[in-house]
């Protein structure tokens, strides 16, 4: 596709069950990010994926959370046991081409729980 | 101290202003500099993207970067009221691991009156 899609767009669980949330990137974008914007937050980055290295997990907050990318291109995010301090959008963003340093946005799965 | 600080705003403006937005860094290490225009329950979409210091203009929309003060801005001239958003800036160094590592101010929420 032509830009960055993400999965559901808005997802209304209650506390303590699993979500998956899903990124597709931009087509041949080595690289994948997922961050967590709250409201007033900045983007707080959760973990980052560059081709077959082994992903930076430094912001998963905690171990309830996780994520794959599988055959490096779609990511799914899992928040296992969610809480309700979980609620925020969780974006992704993909870069590659030509201009490897800037990212390209989805427009994010807004997570509500209950 | 935060690595990046941003006026968070609320901004108001009458259509056809100027309007400046700024973002200060602490950490030398960051290289390249970008400002993100994000709509309400959208994504960041990239505007703007800079490595060295000086002006980097596209159309009415001009980057500004200070490496030595560690300040950045943006600059939109004859503001519309479609210039609604929050404008994000946000910032990246390449750590020793390989990956990038982005930082992303607050965001300043601006509205361009009618």
């Known amino acids: 596709g032509a830009g960055v899609s993400q999965s559901p767009s808005n997802k209304v669980t209650e506390k303590g069950k699993d979500v998956e949330l899903r990124c597709d990137p931009i087509s041949g974008h080595t690289a994948l990010y997922w961050y967590r914007q709250s409201l007033g937050q900045g983007l707080e980055f959760l973990i980052y994926?560059?081709?077959?290295?082994?992903?930076?997990k430094s912001g998963l907050p905690s171990d309830r959370f996780s994520a794959e990318r599988t055959g490096g291109s779609v990511s799914t995010l899992t928040i296992q046991r969610t809480q309700q301090e979980d609620s925020a959008v969780y974006l992704c963003?993909?870069?590659?081409?030509?201009?490897?340093?800037?990212?390209?946005f989805g427009p994010g799965t807004r997570l509500t729980v209950l | 101290q935060k690595e990046v600080e941003q006026d968070p705003g609320p901004l108001s403006v009458p259509e056809g202003a100027i309007v400046s937005l700024n973002c200060t860094y602490s950490?030398?290490?960051?290289?390249?500099f970008m400002w993100y225009r994000q709509y309400s329950r959208k994504g960041p979409e990239l505007l703007m993207y800079t490595y060295s210091s000086g002006n980097k203009e596209d159309g009415r929309f001009t980057a500004q970067v200070d490496k030595s003060s560690k300040y950045i801005s943006l600059f939109i001239r004859d503001s519309q009221p479609s210039d609604s958003a929050t404008y994000l800036c946000?910032?990246?160094?390449?750590?020793?691991?390989?990956?990038?590592?982005?930082?992303f101010g607050t965001g300043t929420r601006l509205k361009v009156l009618a």
């Open positions: 946000a910032m990246s160094a390449r750590a020793t691991s390989g990956t990038y590592k982005y930082i």
């Open positions: 994926f560059q081709g077959n290295s082994a992903p930076d």
């Open positions: 963003a993909s870069t590659g081409g030509l201009s490897t340093d800037t990212q390209y």
């Open positions: 950490n030398s290490a960051f290289q390249y």
